[in-house]
């Protein structure tokens, strides 16, 4: 017997599953019998593609055995098994990277973290909240040795060598005595309906029978009634996605979402399709009512199955959708791709590229009817998922209009989201812009940039993008349609000749203040000059987009490189029509203009979201001005 430690971040897991997760234990069993479903699944491809393991007698089936005497609940498979190799690297490691981002969002609240569990492919530990003891005999097929690891959950675990008739895995659990429900086979059954009524496979269960009375023609009891132990089937075991829609009730898309997506909350939408025609095939996704914790990271867990005429092919190939809709979980059945497909058939294969297309554009329609019918549902999913479909907007260029139709916004003259088309029903018939303004910083902030201030004297909406992948996506965009999309600092509006006389005349006024904020302001900026867009605020920055400085800064961005070369300085403006700046041209007090100056220039910075280089200078020089007014 060979004594082993698990490796720490397992460990760490199942401290947790022993003492901290006591609520809706009873998930154990959809972990266990996932993982059962998945190990019939892996040989059930071998069997049918490779031709070591054609000679395989093989009849997948799950069996739960419940013991009352030894208090033992036994889940077992005849599915691809473990050989020792196998169980060293799954059953005391965790090799998903995911793990730690499974501690770090645990929230302290069962119900939650229980939904976790499934989502951070730590399923298996889940059996240590309900045992003492846990034994899984287990032979891989194919070879001839068997295993028993054997752990109390301890920090340890062993492994010896052990006799197995077969192949397949058996887990044994020696149930706490706070767990003895879990030795009820109605219970165990309506679990199992519950979560797992439409995995593939069929799962087998003792139950008891009653057996009426034999009675004889004139009626006297020959035989009195009796209980018999009956093997049976107890869950449905058809592939939900292949039964016809009108068939399936709403309960049993939402307990198979539960199977699939392990997890106990309901899923916000789904959509069932079959495509008959040249290529046929049936998609039946989901779409979380939640995003998964890993959404955001790059080693994020794909939620699509790749099922060949009902036989798994695998979950974990990232092209089977696109990126922007990873958030989706779900089922791709295909008669029409060939079962020995490899990872590298798959990515060029025009069968798969031409299902990807078309769930593509079969989910952005599904999108739209959602966001027409039911608005409240959409803002849930725009709330929790709006974001990673935004990365479309950019991966995404055939799509790219329908994706647009599915955005919501922030606006300059709303309190809150609108979707798009309503945006565009404010926009000027005639000069079909949309105008949109980018940055970093918070909405509020964002609302009142000075930037905007002639918009909002002259009434035009105006789309606020404050997230960061805004400021990469949208200059890229140009057009929806007949539509333009122009960032605010290059939007013109009409002046009479009337009224640029007169804005010319009074910039001449301010050319004494305008050169004598360059001169004190030196390199920091690369000119001074008037601007009559700004209502109420005295300056604002612009970049002078003709600057090849600026136009190779922007090229490199785009380019995903930053030289570390400082940007080029930008051209401040100055209100004339604002009191501060007014007064600022009457002033004959030197040192006052010369704090103004740099303290008008951070304020600017600041509006724009840039960090002030040194915040120090700046309160100070604005103290000193507070001082002289007081
Ligand atoms: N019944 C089984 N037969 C064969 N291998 C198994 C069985 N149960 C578990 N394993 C192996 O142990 C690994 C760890 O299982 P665990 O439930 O912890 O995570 P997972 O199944 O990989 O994650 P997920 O639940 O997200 O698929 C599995 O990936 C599988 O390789």
Redo the contacts with the bound molecule.
């Keep these: 017997m060979a004594k082993h430690q698990f490796q720490t971040e397992a460990n760490q897991i199942l401290n947790l599953m022993i003492h901290s997760l006591y609520s809706n234990k009873e998930i154990f069993i959809r972990?266990?019998i996932?993982?059962?479903s998945?190990?019939l699944d892996k040989l059930n491809m071998l069997v049918l593609t490779d031709d070591a393991y054609k000679g395989i007698a093989f009849s997948p089936r799950i069996d739960i055995v419940v013991d009352k005497e030894t208090k033992t609940l036994t889940i077992k498979?005849s599915?691809?098994?473990?050989n020792e190799e196998?169980l060293m690297n799954?059953?005391g490691t965790?090799a998903?990277s995911g793990t730690k981002a499974f501690l770090e969002n645990l929230t302290g609240d069962q119900k939650k973290d229980s939904n976790l569990i499934?989502q951070?492919?730590?399923?298996?530990?889940a059996c240590f909240m309900v045992a003492h003891k846990v034994e899984v005999t287990?032979k891989k097929a194919g070879e001839d040795k068997a295993y028993l690891w054997t752990s109390k959950g301890d920090g340890e675990f062993d492994i010896e060598d052990a006799s197995m008739e077969g192949h397949g895995?058996q887990?044994v659990m020696y149930l706490n005595e706070d767990d003895e429900e879990f030795l009820d086979s109605y219970r165990i059954e309506n679990i199992i309906k519950k979560y797992s009524n439409h995995i593939p496979f069929p799962i087998f269960m003792d139950k008891e029978k009653y057996i009426p009375a034999k009675k004889d023609d004139e009626g006297n009891e020959i035989e009195p009634s009796k209980n018999e132990i009956e093997n049976v089937q107890i869950n449905r075991a058809n592939a939900l996605w292949t039964i016809s829609k009108s068939e399936i009730k709403d309960e049993e898309y939402k307990d198979f979402y539960s199977t699939i997506a392990?997890s106990s909350e309901e899923p916000l939408a789904w959509m069932h399709n079959k495509a008959e025609g040249a290529i046929e095939y049936t998609t039946l996704f989901y779409i979380p009512s939640k995003a998964p914790m890993d959404l955001y990271r790059v080693d994020y867990?794909t939620g699509i199955k790749l099922y060949i005429n009902r036989v798994f092919i695998t979950d974990d190939e990232k092209e089977l959708m696109p990126t922007y809709m990873r958030f989706l979980r779900g089922v791709i059945d295909s008669k029409d791709l060939p079962l020995n497909v490899s990872r590298e058939i798959l990515q060029s294969n025009a069968v798969m590229a031409k299902i990807r297309n078309a769930s593509v554009k079969k989910v952005l329609s599904e999108l739209a009817k959602i966001a027409k019918n039911d608005k409240e549902k959409y803002s849930t999913f725009f709330k929790e998922f709006g974001n990673v479909l935004k990365e479309g907007l950019y991966s995404d260029y055939g799509n790219r209009e329908k994706i647009l139709e599915l955005m919501k916004f922030n606006t300059l003259e709303s309190n809150e989201m609108v979707m798009f088309e309503d945006f565009l029903k404010n926009v000027d018939e005639e000069k079909k812009e949309i105008y949109y303004i980018t940055g970093k910083t918070s909405l509020s902030m964002l609302k009142n940039s000075p930037a905007l201030e002639r918009f909002k004297s002259r009434n035009i909406d105006v789309l606020i993008l404050n997230e960061e992948v805004d400021t990469i996506i949208f200059p890229m965009i140009t057009e929806y349609k007949e539509y333009k999309f122009v960032h605010v600092s290059d939007a013109k509006f009409e002046e009479s000749e009337e009224e640029k006389k007169a804005e010319e005349e009074t910039s001449k006024t301010f050319e004494g203040l305008t050169k004598e904020l360059k001169d004190i302001l030196g390199d920091n900026v690369k000119s001074v000059e008037t601007t009559f867009d700004l209502v109420d605020s005295p300056v604002k920055l612009k970049e002078d987009k003709e600057d090849p400085a600026y136009m190779m800064a922007k090229m490199m961005k785009q380019m995903g490189q930053d030289t570390g070369a400082p940007a080029p300085a930008p051209i401040l403006q100055i209100n004339p029509k604002h009191e501060l700046i007014i007064k600022l041209k009457d002033s004959a007090d030197q040192n006052l203009i010369h704090d103004a100056a740099h303290v008008l220039l951070d304020q600017a910075k600041l509006f724009d979201g840039v960090e002030l280089e040194d915040t120090a200078d700046f309160i100070l020089r604005l103290n000193r001005i507070i001082s002289k007014a007081i």
């Design positions: 972990e266990l996932s993982n059962a998945d190990a498979d599915g691809i098994g473990m196998d799954n059953l965790i998903k499934g951070f492919g730590v399923g298996f530990y287990t895995t887990i392990h867990q």
